[in-house]
Structure formats: structure tokens, C-alpha cells
């Protein structure tokens, strides 16, 4: 029992878990700011919500080109102090742009954020001390950027109403700056300079069992990274996880302004409706760590996107129709999509891929994600122009996310390590 409260990991996985409620927390608010700044500026709305199309555009270009060389020179520490820094200075230019460029310019810099400090470089930090119980793990720590997006949500809505959007930006990203900067240079390390091991490191095998035998009790070490981009496996999971995660970000940005437009809530109560969904979504990261880990991944992925389009079907219903009740249940389905965020692409890329190169795996696969969020805001324009309703786009959700998941367990079908035993 005193080998276990030794283990430096649990609380390097709970500063992990802070950084990412504050990271991914502000820059998963966006929505609540969209109809603000557009009118305080008297822009449309749709021209607003490109800066979702900015910020992961800029994750995805940065994940594939350079991502992976910038954690490991900085390290994942360095990496997530910097990215505090930056993304601190990023809701600083929100707060006093006064051009349309201004806040593009300012989403691309979120995207450094994304790209080098949130989900890959958490996912590097989480590999480096967990390979046995790795997906349960992942679950608990990146809870923190659904938890600390249904916080700014809600908060962020009680400030707007009563400071205005642009004191907001400047309250939000002062405590952000304090906590995420206090957190990392107490709490994250490495095992090395400890003096400990990852869990489960001593499990560890170079290759799987001959075909025909069963799985070892051993954890797997995988495919490198080139290995793994020969495999069908990867670009069916990075074509699924792309469409998921595009559905889930469609439902989470779309949501506040389609509440106010079709249910008449004003800012704040819209934000805390968001705010119940994504304090829920917070849950399903967590509560589907231990799914994947107990059940297997194509369970896990079936449970979380099964859910969400439940609960977009329910969405597309005529709102007249839909009483507060079976609204509010319509918004904890559509939570269950969240892991598509961050938490799915670490996940199945240990049971896909295995352990050998997993930091490196996972910075590509999240491009995927970025890609995704990246596409889906300028399809949402071009629905809109053509006369349709943000109702509309829902339909588009569900088909993406769908499709996503068929991929996905078609990806998981065809690994090479799908007979063996991973974290």
C-alpha cells in the first residue's frame, strides 16, 4: 500500500487534469462568445465562427508538420508552460480586437495552443507514467477539458451578461494564466526525474503472440510511427475520428445560438444549458476510460457516439414540440460524443497501435480531430447560405458522426495487434 501512495503519477495525472479544465476549457467556450462579438461589432455570426475553422486549422497544419519535434524538444512540461503563456495572450487580443482579422489572427494563435499544449502533449506526459491502465487514466485526466469547458460555459455567461464580452476574456485568461502556470511547474514531471517507472512498465513486450495463440498477459509495445502509417488501420481511425469529432463540435458550437434562435434563452441561460451538457460530457471522458478499459474499445466507441446521435435525433424534433425535460435529456446524449474531443484518439491508438511510439501516434491522429473542427464551421456556412437553419445542420451531425464510428471499428478490426493485450 505505501509502494502505491509513492507513485508520483497520480498526482502528475490530477495536474494534468487542471491544465486540461483550463486549456481546452477557455478554448472550448468559444460559443458562448460567438453572438456577442458578432453583434458588438456588427459582424454576422457566421463570419465569427470561422475563428473555430482558424484555431484548428492552424492545430491541424502545426500537429502534422511540427507538433511532435516541438514536445520533445521542449518536452511535454515546457510545452503545456509555454502554451499557458500563449493562451493566456490569445484571450488578452480578444479582449481588445477591434478588426475581423484581428480575431482570426488571435484563433490561429489558440491553435499553437491546441496543437502543442492540450491533448498531444497531455497525452505524452500520461504515456510517460502509465502503460497498464492507460485508457482508464486518459479517461479521468482528460475529463478536465469537458469539466473546465461546462465551467467558462457558465461562468463565461454570468460575465457577459453583466461585464461585457471583452472584461470577460480579460477575467478569463488572468485566471488562467495563475492556475495553469502554478500547476505545471509544481506538479508536472517525468518518472525519470523521480527516480520511478511508468505502471505497468515491467509488463511490457517487444511483439505480439504468434497467429492462432492467445493474448499474452503482457502489455504490447506496437508499431512504430512509419510503421503505423503503412497500416489500413490508421487512415480508416483518422478518417472516423475526423468525422466524430467534426459531429460532436457541430453540436457543442451550434447549440447556444440554436437555443437562443429557436427556444428563445437569452445569453446566459443558453450558457447553462451548454453548461449541463458539457458537466456531463466531463463524466462520459471519465466513465468511458473505464468502459475501454473493462469492455474493449468497439463497445466503448458505440456507447459514446450511440448516444450522441440519440440525442441529436432528438435535436431535430420540431422545437415546439420539445418540453424543457426532454431538452434537457436531448443535451446529456449529445454530451456522450465528447471523448471524440480528446480523449478518443489516445485511446484506441494503444489498442490499435500499441505503446512503442504512442506520443507520436497520438499527435498525428489528433490532427484528425483538428481537421475535423477545422472543416465543420465552413460547412456550416455553406448550409446557412443555401436558406437552411442551424436546425438543419444537425442532420449533417448524424450522418458524420455515424459514419465516423463505422470507420473507427473498422480501423480497431484491422490492426496487427488486435489478437495481443494492450494498456
Known sequence: MSEVKKFR?????????????????????????????????GWKVGDVAILITWATATAA???????????KALTPKWSLFISSIVCASHYYWYSVGTHLIEYYLAAAVAGLVIACGTSAAIGNVIGQWFIAKRASMIGLVF???????AVWQSVGGILIKNYGYRSTYVIMGTVLLVVSILTNLLFITSPEKVGQKALGADQVVDKAPAAGKPAQSTVV??????????????????IGVLLVAGAWTGCKSYLAPLLRGEYGMDYNM???????????????????????QKLGNKVYLCFLVGLMTIGAIIILMNPGTISIAILIVAL??????????SAMPPTVTTHTFGNK?????????????????AI??????????RGMTLHDTFYFFVASGIVGLVLMILGMQTSPLRRTKTA
Open 221 to 238: 509495445a506496437g508499431l512504430t510511427l512509419k510503421e503505423s502509417l503503412r497500416t489500413v488501420s490508421f487512415y480508416l481511425i483518422f
Open 332 to 341: 446529456i446524449l449529445l454530451a456522450w460524443g465528447n471523448p471524440s474531443q
Open 9 to 41: 503519477g497520480n498526482i502528475v495525472a490530477a495536474a494534468c487534469f487542471v491544465i486540461m479544465f483550463m486549456h481546452l476549457g477557455a478554448i472550448g467556450s468559444i460559443g458562448i462568445f460567438l453572438s456577442p462579438i458578432a453583434e458588438g461589432n
Open 357 to 373: 511510439e504512442y506520443g507520436k501516434i497520438i499527435v498525428y491522429l489528433m490532427s484528425a480531430v483538428y481537421i475535423g473542427q
Open 270 to 292: 443558453s450558457s447553462q444549458y451548454t453548461s449541463i451538457m458539457n458537466l456531463v460530457a466531463a463524466a462520459t471522458v471519465i466513465i468511458g476510460g473505464f468502459i475501454a
Open 143 to 149: 475529463g478536465g477539458a469537458a469539466f473546465g469547458t
Open 61 to 71: 497544419i502545426v500537429g502534422f508538420v511540427a507538433a511532435a519535434p516541438i514536445i
Open 376 to 385: 465543420l464551421p465552413i460547412l456550416v456556412k455553406a448550409i446557412l447560405a
